[in-house]
């Protein structure tokens, strides 16, 4: 982005298409309205993740893109571009395809910046060259093209911690409409939208929850509705274990999670949402890598046993036992709960 933009410029970013990384983006919002504290900001992204743009006080506005995942979607992309069209000074472009930088090319916004990619030469006029050594997290490349490039290419610059904004009515009325307690909550996020290779095993997380419900706490399992046959393995018979997948909407999962005094979380959407909420959370990795997808909080543990295979960033395990998650018992991460607890 140029030096010289204006004290008040109306920026449009283009967000991600899935929910960590749009909880992430809020780093690069931050930093936005930190720089240029008059600025305007648009955010261009998927319909479902307007409520949760929605805690975030640095966006001034949301604008809904509805296309599927592998859908071109061109009617839908013109129509929208068309609605923009002389509202937007500058667009961030923060995912890589060719696709995603096409609503700012056909809105004839005036600045168009993104890390090159796909070949993006007509439709981004401002491209900067993505080096993956400096810039070794998800976080950090969103953060960067809010800054001048020479600064962004050094490495070394501040990362906000997303923050989401928390509806204490919602929590009342979400306890009492759901039938939770009051005693303190643990929250279990068994699903991972990238593969198996990212799931601790659901027998692990059955096992930690019986032994929690024992020690006291409540169990409330969450995730969206493909995560709810793996909720009723976890909860299935077990009294005040809580099966919420596919009951809830995201910005009710916002509050159900800051509810929470803790979390156990594969690497996930909503561990980065229960990050952003200040929640407790125990962060279990296996095929992917806290160094380059972490909670961004310091009130987190990280669970991850380093084997030579891992991290391996597949979605599958190519050797077929998955050690890197089944030999990470629930022993460990009810060692850590009750440390915290104590804390």
Known sequence: MADDIATAPRLLVVGPSWVGDMVMAQSLFMTLKARYPEAY???????????????????????????????????????VARTLKGRFDRAIVLPRSWKSALVPFLARIPERLGFQGEQRYGVLNARRQLDKSVLNQTVKRFVSLGLPEDEAQAGDFAIPAPRLEVNADEQRRLRETLGLSERPAIGMM??????????????????????????????RVMGGPKDADAGETISQGLEGVHNLCGRTKLTEVVDLLADCQQVVTNDSGLMHVAAAVDTRVQAIYGSSSPAYTPPLTE?????????????????????????????????????SIRHAALS
């Open 190 to 219: 068994p699903g991972a939208e990238f593969g198996p290779s990212k799931q601790w095993p659901l027998a692990h997380f059955r096992t930690l929850a019986e032994r929690l419900v024992v020690e006291g706490f409540e169990v």
């Open 41 to 79: 900001l648009g955010v261009l992204a998927p319909g479902w993740s307007l409520p949760i743009l929605a805690r975030m006080p640095e966006v001034d506005e949301t604008i809904a893109l509805d296309v599927k995942h592998g859908e071109f979607g061109w009617t839908t992309r013109r129509d």
């Open 299 to 335: 009130n987190a543990e990280i669970h991850d046993l380093y084997l030579s295979c891992s991290p391996c960033f597949a979605r599958d395990c190519p050797l077929g036992h998955t050690n890197c998650l089944r030999h990470l018992e629930p022993a460990r991460l009810l060692a």
